[in-house]
């Protein structure tokens, strides 16, 4: 939600928009930021995840251009504060010197932390469009919550498979 707007909402449709426009801002920060974190990514896996996911990302963008015209309004941006807040953090951990291994457990760290608010955003959007009987919206935006939910699984299985193992003998490469 934007910091210094004064939003009214006089309908739960109202609350939907400026919900889908606080999602397409965040999404739009996302296929900025997914290239850089997968290019800081040292382990070659949690870089194929990140670089999948950016293109995941990009068509969570279009399906958002979708609802906008299902729903006649112009695709706008709100500036999601949360977002910016998650990317600096990221941004941080991208800058981190040290153990590369344990990096891309941060990266890792910081990457879940998007993808669940993501998977809250989702889903407060898709139950207000399930509740005003727009199915063809609350279906695309259930659509990008599976895929959000997918992202963040296949981030923890890397992690605990592979990485956090790693992380925790690692002694060897670093910046
Ligand atoms: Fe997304
Ligand atoms: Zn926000
Ligand atoms: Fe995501």
Known sequence: MGLFTNTEFHSLEDLLV??????????????????KMAEAAYTPKLREAFSSHLAE??????????????????????????????????????????????????????????EHYE?????????????LGLREIAALLQSTLNEEGGADKKLTELAVTQINVEALRSKTASV
């Open 119 to 131: 998977m809250a955003g989702y889903g407060s959007a898709r139950t207000f469009a399930q509740q």
């Open 18 to 35: 400026d919900q889908l426009k606080d999602l397409y801002d965040a999404e739009n920060r996302l296929v900025e930021a997914l290239p």
């Open 57 to 114: 990302t990009r068509n969570h963008v279009a399906r958002l251009d979708q609802a906008f015209t299902a729903l006649g309004v112009p695709p706008e941006r709100e500036t999601c504060a949360a977002m910016k807040g998650l990317i600096s953090e990221g941004s941080q951990v991208i800058d981190a010197k040290g153990d590369l291994v344990v990096r891309d457990a941060a990266l890792i760290a910081a990457a879940q932390r998007v």
